[in-house]
């Protein structure tokens, strides 16, 4: 019984770790830029064809996730220099906006890489014993690399002077600007900096799921769902709300019903909403 | 923030001056009117059973967006859940048929009061906040939700491959509405009811505040609205008025999936409107026939119609915010001011 409530919790925690990633990106554009971003569902989707495909012809899955992780970099300013800024101030522009672009990126990706799943070879197979638990290589590896990527997003945050202005932007973008912070290049490195994550996301989840151009969808409602969870705009409140919703969606399905695996995270959100609205922490922004 | 309160003032004032201009004529909206009854006749004059097929989908669409343009274009609030609310509707009802016998009429008025019932629910907490964001991202997320649990509730909805339904309307004061040409009736009867909806909201009260509420809403709380009740009113009545035509769309296909929930037919939804442009009465119906009929006729290839959809949205979000029946108005009251 504990056995099983161990294996449970770090499956949760596995599966958090990679919402957290996602929900980073979501939750930072969203307090520096005021942006709801539905597209950022796109760059892991994105990041995970990178994957497969430099995969597929270097035999290594580990030039296939960094190649994946600068390339949705590469996307998220882009993106930002090409549209996002022309819808700065309004954010229902930017939300109509982004809801374009999710067609766009989609049916391309459905035109040029055909509809059809895709499977990659995980880096690692197998399983390993740690005492009396079996763990699966390959989940392991995913949650060590993405608990990783979180830490050192958070280190960043902390310690850089980026890091520093980021979060000088997200508590007032004009109190920012009036001590010298350069708005406009932070505002395109968040974009950045989120889509690589996402990127980085979109890696991991080709070495465990199948590849599809419409395999965007889940890791974006689940990062909507954190991000609101966690209060909007707020990084300590996103990671910890991904890491509370994988928990509550391995053992919401391990102990009471699987088929409403995706259910158990809209339900802790009404309730939070209802009761903690400025997230858990308190720390997001109130009456967005 | 005083820049955008004043900035949002500005542009209040510029849309309450555009309209008291377009009051002054009536001959636009006759015009439209006109045009419309001539669209809707033509599957009842012509014998094709591709146009009539054509004609009831295009018909429960624009009834669909006609009914998000209250609470978006209305209220100001991005409501990303029409069709998730749209598959509810064919499944509540479908079910009700199903599983309690009851008649397809009878299966509407609880389907509706269902849907209410639940949008209230999803709506309420998300629009207890300024802003419509949260909003956008709880009906999101609550689509995807409903879509899943359709797939996996298996015994109770049929799993991904969907249902059969196998019953009509039947007949009713001698005119059958399981017919094609019954059902094009029934579905422009629908799209008629939402459109004197969608009319009478706007002449009233209701919808006098609820375009306070999407212009300012500290003003229209400070003038004694209360904002959340408007809000969560318009997306319950937009969210009803989706799972009827859903219902209706359920006995025209007689196959109902999990796939009539997917987010990006909500995308589209909203695309339509804000193509034809929100918060005008003939912009659903514009946006619906250029996002639906224009490829339909064109005969262009599902991807490549989202692809070329994607962009009509992110270019018209950029350059035209007010739609084509903004642009309309525009051309015609501009005319009309150099005649002058």
Redesign the interface.
């Known amino acids: 019984m504990l056995l099983d409530i161990l294996q449970t919790g770090l499956d949760g925690v596995m599966v958090g770790s990679l919402y957290a990633m996602v929900a980073l990106g979501i939750t930072l554009v969203f307090g520096l830029v005021g942006i709801l971003n539905f597209a950022h569902g796109q760059s892991v989707m994105l990041g995970a064809y990178v994957c497969f495909f430099v995969e597929s012809a270097s035999h290594s899955f580990w030039v296939g996730a960094i190649l994946a992780t600068l390339a949705m970099g590469v996307f998220g300013a882009l993106l930002e220099r090409a549209v996002f800024r022309r819808t700065l101030g309004d954010p229902f522009a930017g939300l109509a906006v982004s809801l374009g672009l999710i067609m766009i990126v989609e049916n391309v990706a459905a035109a040029g890489f055909t509809p059809d799943p895709r499977f990659m070879d995980p880096p690692v197979s197998g399983s390993f014993a740690l005492g009396p638990l079996v763990l699966s290589s390959q989940r392991s590896l995913v949650l060590v690399i993405s608990s990783a990527l979180v830490a050192g997003f958070w280190l960043f945050l902390q310690r850089t002077k980026l890091g520093k202005a980021i979060r000088a932007m997200s508590q007032s973008r004009r109190g920012a600007a009036l001590v010298g912070v350069r708005v406009d290049t932070v505002s395109r490195s968040i974009f950045a900096v989120g889509g690589a994550l996402a990127g980085a996301a979109g890696a991991l989840y080709a070495s465990l799921f199948a590849v599809t151009p419409f395999m965007g969808a889940t890791p974006l409602t689940k990062g909507f769902i954190i991000a609101a969870l966690g209060g909007l705009g707020s990084v300590p409140g996103a990671i910890a709300a991904g890491f509370l919703l994988g928990l509550a969606e391995s053992f919401g399905s391990r102990y009471l019903s699987a088929s409403f695996r995706d259910g158990y995270g809209f339900i802790i959100l009404i309730l939070a909403l209802l009761f903690l609205p400025t997230g858990l922490f308190g720390a997001g922004k109130e009456r967005v | 923030m005083t820049e955008?309160v004043a900035r949002s003032r500005t542009q209040a004032a510029h849309v309450s001056a555009q309209k008291l201009r377009v009051k002054t004529s009536i001959l636009p909206g006759v015009v439209g009117w006109l045009l419309l009854s001539l669209l809707l006749s033509v599957p009842i004059v012509y014998h094709s059973r591709y146009i009539v097929y054509l004609g009831t989908l295009l018909a429960l669409q624009a009834a669909v967006v006609v009914s998000l343009n209250i609470v978006m274009g209305f209220a100001?609030q991005?409501a990303l859940s029409q069709s998730a609310f749209f598959g509810f509707g064919a499944y509540a009802s479908a079910l009700l048929v199903r599983d309690l016998g009851l008649d397809f009429w009878a299966s509407l008025p609880l389907t509706a009061a269902m849907t209410a019932l639940l949008a209230a629910?999803?709506g309420y907490?998300?629009m207890?906040?300024?802003?419509?964001?949260?909003l956008?991202?709880?009906t999101?997320?609550?689509g995807?939700?409903l879509r899943?649990?359709t797939a996996?509730?298996?015994d109770f909805t049929g799993g991904p491959q969907g249902m059969q339904i196998a019953y009509t309307p039947g007949i009713v004061i001698g005119f059958d509405f399981g017919s094609a040409r019954g059902l094009y009736v029934l579905a422009c009867g629908f799209l008629l009811l939402c459109l004197l909806i969608s009319i009478v909201v706007r002449c009233s009260d209701f919808g006098r505040a609820l375009f306070a509420v999407r212009d300012d809403e500290t003003l229209a709380a400070s003038l004694g609205i209360d904002v959340t009740a408007h809000k969560v009113a318009a997306f319950t009545l937009a969210s009803t008025l989706a799972a009827l035509a859903g219902a209706i769309y359920g006995v025209f296909a007689s196959f109902i999936s999990p796939e009539m929930m997917s987010?990006?037919d909500s995308?589209?939804i909203?695309?339509m409107l804000?193509v034809g442009g929100p918060g005008t009465t003939a912009g659903p119906i514009l946006g619906t026939l250029i996002f639906v009929g224009l490829p339909e006729f064109l005969r262009v290839a599902k991807?490549?119609r989202?692809?070329l959809?994607?962009?009509?949205?992110?270019a018209m979000?950029?350059y035209s915010?007010k739609g084509v029946a903004g642009d309309i108005d525009r051309l015609v009251t501009g005319a009309r001011r150099r005649g002058d």
């Open positions: 955008e100001g991005f629910a999803v907490p998300a207890r906040f300024t802003g419509g964001i949260h956008a991202l709880i999101f997320a609550f995807e939700l899943l649990l996996n509730l298996h987010a990006s995308i589209a909203v695309g804000i991807n490549y989202l692809l959809l994607g962009i009509i949205i992110v979000s950029l915010p």
